[in-house]
């Protein structure tokens, strides 16, 4: 796949403590989108689609843009094609990747996405830009026909990583200790998201935003610590042996 027409923005998390919905991404969310797309939100990561759908067109009508849900939408498929910008929000991510398989949904949105429209996601939205969901943090609660998803990105995402805590009496495996486990059967980079950060994808070069940085994984190799501001090619591009 071609990534150098990809326009992303992948969100760790859609809302902030102490802050509301989509608030810590606004600015990056204007910049990707311009002044004047039409959205179409994907809801299918919850189970109540209404009530989401409700919530993003909310938000993004205060932000200026007209946000229409794609369950409501007649044709699912002819809705993305007419898309002018697409967000896809959080949830589970594999009740989200199985929705997408049932709609046949995925080659439309890559399709899209290699056409040059803008592509915002928020956790499960972001992993699924990945090329398959092994690094979620979400149950199983549905199966999905393959955990291949969109590929929109080379590389894998750790949506709200949690960095180990010293302190903690819990003994079971730290999310460090879960990206250790992925690379002992895989060899993908994977970007450890933390809270309150995000990527922005554009002509193939990937640069961390937000607040804080972020923990990259490659297999053989020990965790890299990278400031925000940072351009993560290098990292996510090369697979270590």
């Known amino acids: 796949m071609n990534y150098r027409d990809h326009r992303l923005l992948l969100i760790s998390n859609s809302t902030q403590h102490g802050r509301h919905y989509l608030d810590h991404a606004e600015a990056e969310i204007r910049s990707l989108l311009g002044p004047s797309a039409r959205v179409l939100f994907v809801p299918y990561a919850l189970y109540d689609r209404d009530a989401y759908a409700e919530i993003a067109r909310t938000r993004f009508e205060a932000m200026g843009y007209a946000c229409d849900s794609i369950h409501r939408a007649p044709d699912p498929r002819k809705a993305v094609e007419n898309a002018g910008a697409l967000f896809i929000g ?39 830009t990945c090329p398959t969901i092994r690094t979620t943090n ?13 590929g929109l990105v080379w590389f894998q995402i750790n949506c709200h990583y949690l960095d180990p805590d010293p302190n903690s009496k819990f003994m079971g495996e730290t999310r460090e200790v879960r990206l250790k486990e992925f690379h002992e059967e895989n060899e993908l980079a994977v970007v450890g998201l933390r809270e309150g950060d995000f990527l922005r994808v554009e002509k193939g070069t990937v640069t961390l935003k937000g607040s804080f940085g972020a923990r990259i994984f490659r297999r053989g190799e020990a965790p890299a610590e990278v400031p925000v501001g940072s351009v993560l090619d290098g990292y996510v591009t090369a697979v270590a042996r």
């Open 90 to 128: 959080g949830g589970n991510t594999f009740r989200l990747l199985k929705a997408l398989y049932e709609s046949r949904l995925l080659e439309p949105i890559r399709a899209r996405v290699a056409s040059g429209m803008p592509y915002t996601g928020a956790s499960a939205g972001t992993v699924v």
């Open 138 to 150: 979400d149950m199983p609660i549905v199966e999905p026909p393959s955990l291949t998803a969109l």
